[in-house]
């Protein structure tokens, strides 16, 4: 997990509780909000009933003593109903949302969501269908399943396909799921001495989660100075036998795509293993790239970051699982199949891996996926993965002066630097990065990956004008000059918002969710 979550957390009620230098609690809406809890009245209530027409019920009558509780909802906030809304409305004007502005997360693609996505995902024959409705009634919400299948299937090369893991992660350990099913069936008890699987340092941290998951045990691959895997290593691990497979993000998590991605396979495919890639990056390939016929066997994709549907703090997401034609056999149930004109669930597939979410997955995020390919095309698609790249190479141009640039190749989607020009005046990667929100911008991916030391990783992903852009290297360029000239003003930074630097590791390891009346006030710790 990389710090950049937490600045998703920074903005949410959650940490609230957590930062005792809060400032001043009043009721001025540009002030710090108390929290619902404590705007609470004795007696003030947001709507009043209809007196009864009907005879009361004996509640003893209808639900046994023992099943009721006895304590009288204490802590429950009584506001009225203009309490709630001004107090909602006030916090959700603290976010910061990708309808904002840039949000240039590196690794999680936070681009624009189209409206129509979003109604298409509300149509209410989709919205409304029950999970449980019978095939003969939910043939559209079936086809549209399926339809969605073949288009992953043709953007990435591989002919199986499974939406149903929920994330990213989930349809990571999907995959090497496959990757072992596949190798039990393959070699029988010799599959057991077949456990290692190759990750490089570079890799997000939810691979090596996976892996450990599935069973089995990783070794890392080193990466080269150039950013890229060091295939002389990565030959030395092979060369050491019982490797099971090969988990790789392309382009790579620094942003550089691995040039050397066919031999890679065929390296891998020799010691008899098979390759997995993580397809989070897929923003820089769709259209123009695919997985597939680089050799990778198994990928999975998130339809939350690539096919837009707006994701971050946790919201339902959707990791499909794509592979090679080998590993279809073990793909979840149950799958969607089409028979003469009809889509049937088919449930009948012996060497499947098992169910791994309920029902078929989120469902919404499919529908914005599907609406997102459609509007697009084949020839939108393309467009968007170039500007996507080009937008990232802008960026890298236009900073390399001011920043250190670690890595001297063009970068695909995403574009990493570090802090190293600037730290000699004490100033950070956190700082830059705090100091980027006075500036109106989220900040970017910080210190991930581990492999570049105060890392800043950087994607702006296409849904950025040229106007956009060079007001983001224009505040950059503006916070490397105050780092020289003024670093104090840089680390003491955020001066714009209502809390200034939060206690993080402490607001994640130990949060207090819930708040108790015997609790020490907001009001009075301030
Ligand atoms: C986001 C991401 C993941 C995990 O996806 P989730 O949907 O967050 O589980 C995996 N790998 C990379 C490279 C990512 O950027």
Redesign the pocket.
């Known amino acids: 997990m990389y710090l950049s979550i937490y600045y998703k957390k920074w903005f949410s009620t959650y940490t609230y509780f957590n930062f005792m230098s809060i400032k001043k609690v009043t009721q001025h809406p540009s002030q710090n909000e108390a929290l619902i809890f404590e705007r609470s009245q004795t007696g003030r209530v947001g709507y009043k009933l209809p007196k009864l027409d009907v005879e009361e019920t004996n509640l003893d009558e209808i639900i046994p003593s023992e099943l009721r509780r006895t304590d009288d909802l204490e802590g429950v906030p009584e506001v009225s109903e203009v309490d709630v809304i001004r107090h909602f409305t006030r916090i959700s004007t603290w976010n910061y949302s990708i309808d904002l502005g840039m949000y240039p997360l590196?690794?999680?693609?936070m681009k624009y969501n189209s409206r129509l996505n979003e109604k298409a995902a509300r149509i209410a024959g989709l919205a409304n269908l029950h999970p449980l409705a019978p095939e003969a009634e939910s043939q559209g919400a079936l086809e549209l399943i399926y339809r969605l299948q073949e288009d992953l299937s043709e953007i990435t090369g591989l002919p199986g396909v499974s939406l149903q893991p929920?994330?990213?992660?989930?349809?990571?350990m999907t995959g090497v799921l496959l990757i072992r099913a596949f190798l039990d069936q393959r070699d029988g008890e010799e599959s057991k001495n077949r456990r290692v699987m190759l990750i490089p340092d570079s890799?997000?941290?939810?691979?090596p989660a996976s892996a450990a998951l599935a069973g089995f045990t990783v070794k890392t691959i080193r990466s080269t100075a150039e950013g890229l895997t060091d295939m002389e290593h990565l030959q030395q691990l092979c060369d050491e036998g019982g490797v099971a497979g090969l988990m790789l993000?392309n382009p790579n998590?620094v942003g550089i795509f691995e040039t050397n991605i066919k031999e890679i396979c065929e390296i891998i495919h020799a010691a008899g293993g098979l390759v997995y890639m993580?397809?989070?990056?897929m923003n820089a390939l769709v259209g123009v790239a695919r997985p597939g016929d680089m050799g990778v066997d198994v990928i999975?994709l998130?339809l939350?970051?690539t096919f837009s549907t707006p994701?971050g703090g946790g919201g339902p997401?959707c990791?499909p699982c794509c592979c090679s034609a080998d590993l279809q056999p073990f793909l979840p149930v149950p799958r969607i199949v089409k028979e003469d004109e009809k889509y049937k669930l088919d449930y009948d597939l012996p060497e499947s891996i098992g169910r791994v979410k309920a029902f078929f997955g989120n469902f919404g995020m499919m529908i914005r996926a599907l609406a997102y390919i459609y509007t697009h095309g084949a020839e939108g698609l393309r467009e968007a993965t170039e500007a996507a790249v080009l937008n990232a190479r802008y960026l890298a141009h236009y900073l390399a002066e001011d920043f250190d640039k670690p890595f001297d190749s063009d970068p695909m989607h995403e574009v990493i630097f570090s802090h190293k020009k600037q730290s000699p005046t004490g100033v950070h990667t956190l700082d830059i990065a705090k100091r980027l929100i006075d500036y109106g911008f989220h900040p970017m991916t910080i210190y991930f990956p581990l492999i570049v030391e105060g890392a800043m990783l950087i994607e702006p992903t296409e849904s950025v004008g040229r106007q956009d852009l060079d007001a983001f290297i224009e505040a950059m360029k503006d916070i490397a000059i105050e780092a020289i000239e003024n670093p104090q003003l840089v680390i003491d930074a955020p001066h714009s918002t209502r809390i200034g630097r939060l206690d993080e590791a402490t607001a994640a390891r130990k949060p207090v969710l819930r708040w108790r009346k015997d609790m020490e006030t907001l009001s009075k710790t301030a």
């Open positions: 590196g690794s999680c693609t929920a994330a990213g992660a989930q349809g990571e890799a997000h941290g939810t691979n993000t998590t993580d397809g989070a990056n999975h998130n939350h970051k994701h997401g990791g």
